[in-house]
């Protein structure tokens, strides 16, 4: 069983960064894609980002690309998130995931419990 652990969540004003962070409990970022999603209240969770774990070849959804970066670093069995040009419509609770990869939830097998990300403009 792999359990992942988010931190690095909370408020930051429009324009600000954050780094999430997404800790394994067991070798799992050089072995599983890791990927992130969020979800904002009254909407359904989506995809922001993933990572796969051969190749570091990453994929981002359109909203964040150019200001959000995925990461890995196999060594400390840890993923990242790294926001920037944070914006208000970027509020939400994110999740890191581990799996097969892609852009649909159904395609990873973990989840961590979230961390809250609010914007405020």
């Known amino acids: 069983q792999v359990q992942l652990v988010e931190s690095g969540g909370g408020l930051v004003q429009a324009g600000g960064s954050l780094r999430l962070s997404c800790a394994a409990s067991?070798?799992?970022?050089?072995?599983?894609?890791v990927g992130w999603f969020r979800q904002a209240p009254g909407k359904e969770r989506e995809f922001v980002a993933t990572i796969n774990w051969n190749f570091g070849i990453t994929y981002y959804a359109d909203s964040v690309k150019g200001r959000f970066t995925i990461s890995r670093d196999n060594a400390k069995n840890t993923a990242y998130l790294q926001m920037t040009s944070l914006k208000p419509e970027d509020t939400a609770v994110y999740y890191c995931?581990?799996?097969?990869?892609?852009?649909?939830?159904?395609?990873?097998?973990?989840w961590g419990q979230g961390t809250q990300v609010t914007v405020s403009s």
């Open positions: 995931a581990a799996g097969k990869g892609g852009k649909t939830d159904h395609e990873y097998d973990y």
């Open positions: 067991r070798r799992t970022v050089s072995t599983y894609a």
